[in-house]
């Protein structure tokens, strides 16, 4: 099964296009190490402040699958620079 979620993130502490790659590259280095994820910006790269974030997980488990993705919108909703503003999720 493969999962797909993206989420619409708006960025607190960035007030330039540098700040917002730090900020991202902090959040997508540690969700891709510690969860095993294929993460990455997929829309809104020339606007400082918003962003897409695309993130994807192969299992052969469903209960998996939703397990790990909980845990990353998880990680998003906790981290007090961003603010999560939309979220779809697809199942292929």
Avoid: H
Wanted: charge should be positive; glycine fraction near 2%; aromatic fraction near 10%.
């Amino acid at each position: 099964m493969i999962t797909v979620c993206q989420i619409e993130i708006y960025i607190y502490e960035s007030n330039s296009l540098k700040d917002k790659r730090r900020i991202l590259k902090s959040i997508l280095d540690k969700l891709k190490n510690k969860y095993n994820i294929t993460i990455a910006e997929t829309d809104y790269n020339d606007k400082w402040n918003r962003s897409i974030i695309t993130f994807a997980t192969v299992s052969n488990s469903g209960k998996f699958s939703d397990k790990i993705i909980n845990q990353v919108e998880k990680y998003f909703e906790m981290d007090g620079r961003i603010e999560v503003l939309k979220r779809e999720i697809y199942r292929c």
